[in-house]
């Protein structure tokens, strides 16, 4: 099994920046891709952005140009720069990982951690 811990939420002011990180506690090459998605009250969960082992990227159209997603995969950490930000980006924020595995792909979740944005 493969846990992932996050940080970095919390209270910002409107146009404020925020830094999220996601370890997994574990070292695995199965590990496909990293990427972050967030869940505001009332909505469904929704993609912000992800990253893949060939370094590519995709971000949400309402994130694009200010949110910014990496990886170090020496400490199998990914980290969303969030910029700008707006109250709208309000939302419990979750870090994802998929793993590949012969019976198929598996997502692993993260425990979630809040990012308010005030107006």
């Known amino acids: 099994q493969v846990q992932l811990v996050e940080s970095g939420g919390g209270l910002v002011q409107a146009g404020g920046s925020l830094r999220l990180s996601c370890t997994a506690s574990?070292?695995?090459?199965?590990?496909?891709?990293m990427g972050w998605y967030r869940q505001a009250p009332g909505k469904q969960r929704e993609l912000v952005a992800r990253t893949f082992n060939d370094d590519s990227t995709n971000y949400a159209n309402s994130v694009k140009g200010r949110f910014t997603i990496s990886r170090d995969n020496a400490k199998n950490t990914v980290f969303l720069q969030m910029n700008s930000l707006k109250p709208e980006d309000t939302a419990v924020y979750y870090c994802?990982?998929?793993?590949?595995?012969?019976?198929?792909?598996?997502?692993?979740w993260g425990q979630g951690t809040q990012v308010t944005v005030s107006s």
């Open positions: 574990m070292s695995t090459s199965r590990i496909l891709g």
């Open positions: 994802n990982a998929r793993l590949g595995w012969v019976a198929g792909t598996v997502d692993y």
